[in-house]
């Protein structure tokens, strides 16, 4: 029975290299996150784990040898003498976390106009109001105004999920 191993490629060539080993008609899983991007030039979706993927192989057998001559991979990862590896349900359970975190940004990925009035639902800050002031590229941060003592605005930068905006 084979399990999934993991492989390591330079920096970027995460997509070539899958293509090249689903060319070869090898299962290979590269975990893809989406991310709020305001340039439109830029990826809307950045690999989980930046140089890193898994692929479903035998470890020693020709396929494997294969793939560690392939253009931008640097080689498998090794732990001692053996190949690092991954069950079907380690696999599953990665696929599932993607999931959620994917849907959870794309609840979340709604504009929302400058000097807005939210509120802050969790953390140190729960309770206080602020105004929405912008996000934060190529994160699900966003940096708000918190109203402080006297009138004073204070930028802080939370987690978009933290955010509840006020009628």
């Given at each position: 029975?084979?399990?999934?191993?993991?492989?390591?490629?330079?920096?970027?060539?995460?997509?070539?290299?899958?293509?090249?080993?689903?060319?070869?008609?090898?299962?290979?899983?590269?975990?893809?996150?989406?991310?709020?991007?305001?340039?439109?030039?830029?990826?809307?979706?950045?690999?989980?784990f930046p140089g890193y993927m898994f692929v479903k192989l035998e470890p020693g057998s020709q396929g494997?040898?294969?793939?560690?001559?392939?253009?931008?991979?640097?080689?498998?990862?090794?732990?001692?003498?053996?190949?690092?590896?991954?069950?079907?349900?380690?696999?599953?359970?990665?696929?599932?976390?993607?999931?959620?975190?994917?849907?959870?940004?794309?609840?979340?990925?709604?504009?929302?106009?400058?000097?807005?009035?939210?509120?802050?639902?969790?953390?140190?800050?729960?309770?206080?109001?602020?105004?929405?002031?912008?996000?934060?590229?190529?994160?699900?941060?966003?940096?708000?105004?918190?109203?402080?003592?006297?009138?004073?605005?204070?930028?802080?930068?939370?987690?978009?999920?933290?955010?509840?905006?006020?009628?």
């Open positions: 029975m084979s399990n999934w191993l993991l492989l390591q490629t330079k920096p970027h060539k995460e997509d070539f290299i899958a293509s090249e080993i689903n060319y070869r008609q090898i299962s290979c899983f590269c975990p893809k996150i989406t991310r709020q991007q305001k340039d439109p030039r830029r990826k809307n979706t950045i690999p989980y494997a040898h294969e793939l560690k001559w392939l253009p931008g991979v640097i080689g498998w990862v090794i732990f001692g003498m053996e190949p690092a590896s991954l069950e079907d349900r380690d696999i599953d359970l990665i696929r599932r976390k993607v999931e959620q975190f994917n849907e959870v940004c794309q609840s979340h990925s709604v504009a929302i106009p400058r000097n807005t009035r939210v509120r802050i639902s969790e953390g140190p800050f729960a309770g206080y109001e602020g105004l929405f002031d912008t996000h934060i590229s190529g994160t699900d941060r966003v940096r708000i105004l918190l109203k402080l003592v006297r009138s004073q605005q204070k930028k802080v930068d939370l987690p978009l999920h933290m955010l509840r905006v006020m009628q």
